[in-house]
């Protein structure tokens, strides 16, 4: 059986690959965006775009909505027939990846609190306490 530091390992190794995971599906779907951007602009249809590229439309689409990830060989032929430079596909892409509104929800602490809210059995009980917390929360924003 792991040791709790092992388990606290773990745990934080998992909570960064979430978000490792997550900041890969904006990229994807920033690229995908980008690309669908261009191809309009162009006037191209997915259907013309997939023969060049030596697959299906279904593909196509599946690349513009962030379904399926573009490798790097794919990215060099999309910029050729679409004309722009691979900065093009991360333009703007930092703004989307900042930090997110509001708080990290798989903060070890914040999750340790809300397991010991709700391990409160009485709703009045849980009610004084956030009412309480709040109070603080103001008091110390001033």
Wanted: charged fraction near 30%; charge should be negative.
């Amino acid at each position: 059986m792991p040791t709790a530091p092992a388990a606290e390992k773990r745990r934080h190794i998992s909570e960064d690959d979430a978000t490792m995971r997550a900041n890969a599906e904006r990229v994807d779907n920033h690229v995908g965006s980008m690309f669908r951007t261009r191809r309009q602009e162009l006037g191209l249809s997915q259907t013309a775009v997939a023969d060049r590229l030596g697959v299906t439309f279904q593909q196509v689409q599946k690349y513009e909505r962030g379904m399926n990830r573009i490798s790097a060989s794919r990215l060099h032929d999309l910029c050729e027939i679409l004309g722009v430079p691979v900065e093009y596909f991360f333009d703007g892409l930092d703004a989307e990846i900042g930090e997110p509104d509001g708080p990290d929800l798989n903060d070890p602490e914040l999750v340790e609190l809300v397991n010991a809210y709700m391990g409160i059995p009485r709703q009045m009980t849980r009610a004084r306490l956030s009412a309480m917390l709040r109070s603080v929360a103001r008091w110390a924003n001033d």
